[in-house]
């Protein structure tokens, strides 16, 4: 039973436009959520993080977003550029003391120019 | 600065055999995790370690163990390989063994092929 869920296996955005990419959670305990991007043959990297104290974070172009209630977050890339064409991760944990992250599936994103 | 390196980038095992896979983490970072990652799906938690005690551990069987040495290097070992553990084995690493103390740092991970 997957516990992250990623419902969105691709999207496709033009190029300036932002592109919103959505997670869901089933756990209620998960209180830390962190998005990945991969590109092919490389090892998943860091984007940004959220606290479950918080509704909103912001990095640059990347914004995350928490909605508690509905147990969703999202991702928002403005504007969006070729080179965020990748696999995004959505992560979340429930252990403060640890490292282990359950991850979503994986939403392909391809920006087009 | 190197990133986190793991050895080797791919692997061909018959069922039944054993393998080790070998993770350097980025200097300076004491704690290390293991994720494996089947087609299709995100990384899943093995094992997590930190000044070579185990912190963690995932719902994987027995025969997935590991260790992490005096240098920090780590290396996950898997017994009596099945067919369903061909995946890409990741590798990361962070500063501590808390999930704030810095995010994780992957590797290009292991392509493990078991036939």
């Known amino acids: 039973d997957q516990q992250v869920k990623q419902n969105s296996p691709s999207l496709s955005v033009q190029e300036g436009r932002i592109s919103i990419l959505n997670c869901d959670y089933t756990?209620?305990?998960?209180?830390?959520f962190l998005w990945y991007k991969k590109y092919p043959a490389e090892g998943p990297t860091f984007l940004i993080s959220?606290?479950?104290?918080?509704d909103k974070n912001e990095d640059g172009r990347f914004t995350v977003f928490l909605n508690k209630s509905a147990k969703h977050l999202s991702l928002h890339i403005v504007p969006s550029q070729p080179g965020d064409s990748a696999v995004y991760f959505c992560a979340a944990s429930v252990d403060n003391y640890g490292q282990n992250f359950v991850f979503g599936p994986g939403t392909r994103l391809s920006v087009l120019p | 600065d190197a990133g986190v390196t793991q050895s080797p980038t791919h692997l061909i095992k018959t069922r039944g055999q054993h393998v080790t896979l070998r993770c350097s983490p980025i200097s300076g970072h004491k704690s290390v995790s293991w994720y494996q990652q089947v087609l299709g799906q995100g990384p899943q938690f093995i094992f997590q370690y930190y000044e070579k005690e185990e912190r963690g551990r995932g719902n994987f069987p027995d025969r997935f163990s590991a260790r992490q040495f005096p240098n920090y290097s780590s290396e996950l070992n898997v017994n009596a390989l099945l067919l369903g553990d061909s995946a890409l084995y990741l590798c990361a690493s962070s500063l501590g063994p808390r999930r704030g103390n810095s995010p994780l740092h992957f590797g290009n991970g292991t392509r493990l092929t078991v036939t």
């Open positions: 756990n209620s305990m998960f209180d830390y």
């Open positions: 959220i606290s479950s104290i918080k």
